[in-house]
Structure formats: C-alpha cells, structure tokens
C-alpha cells in the first residue's frame, strides 16, 4: 500500500505542475500527453525483458532521479529548461509505474479476494474521505 501512495504522489506532482514550468500551457499538456502515450508503449516490451518487479524499481528510480533533476534552475534554449525536460521524464517513468503498480496489484491477491482489493484501490481513498467529510459537518 506504501507504494500506491508513493506512485500516487509522484503521479499528480508530476501531472498538476504543467501549468507552473512552461510558458506555453496548452504545449506543456500536449508534451505531457505523449508522455503518457510513450510510457504505456514502452511499458509492456520493458516487462517482458525485465520482470514485473524490476521494471517498476526501474522506473520509480527514474522518476524520483528526474524529480530531483528538476530542482536546478538550468536553461537548456529559449523555451526549455532542465525542470521542463525532467518534469516530462519523470511523468513518463511515473505513468509506466501507475501502469505496471495496476497489473503487479491484480496478481499479489488471491482469485476469491482479487476484485474486492481493486475495488478498494479505487474508491477506498475516496470513500474514507467522503464520510469523515460528513462526521465533520455533523
């Protein structure tokens, strides 16, 4: 569960922050997009030359590198920086570990146990927020 939360972090760090790094919004979301298309390309032959579990210590490892990368103000041209470059690096290693975090979930549970946990995976977080929301306003 620690590593969901760590994928999760990361992912909406890396995604929400277009906004703020470039000057040209509408091009940062376009960059961030391919991004996502070339993390869910490259997931899949990258599995099957490393294994499920080494692919996703590849890629946390990329994106918390490329999220340290990002912290020095370098200018590499007119328009890009090493926080652009690095931003879009670790979206796209983050995405294929939001990926393969999906596929590894599905087969760590047992069959009579595996739809509960992923339904828990998706609205859990959700649903605990929503009835503490509630107990406050009572």
Aim: aromatic letters at 16%; one cysteine or more; hydrophobic letters at 50%.
């Amino acid at each position: 569960m620690g590593c969901w939360f760590i994928v999760a972090c990361l992912f909406y760090g890396f995604s929400f922050g277009w906004s703020k790094i470039s000057t040209d919004l509408y091009g940062s979301y376009l960059f961030a997009a391919l991004g996502k298309v070339i993390a869910f390309t490259i997931l899949i032959p990258i599995c099957s030359w490393l294994g499920r579990k080494k692919t996703m210590m590849f890629f946390l490892v990329c994106g918390i590198l490329s999220n340290f990368l990002a912290m020095p103000d370098v200018q590499l041209s007119e328009n890009w920086t090493l926080e652009h470059v690095s931003c879009l690096l670790g979206s796209i290693a983050i995405t294929a570990v939001f990926g393969q975090l999906y596929l590894f979930t599905s087969e760590i549970a047992p069959t009579s146990h595996r739809g509960m946990v992923m339904s828990l995976r998706y609205v859990g977080f959700g649903f605990i927020m929503n009835t503490t929301k509630q107990i406050k306003i009572i």
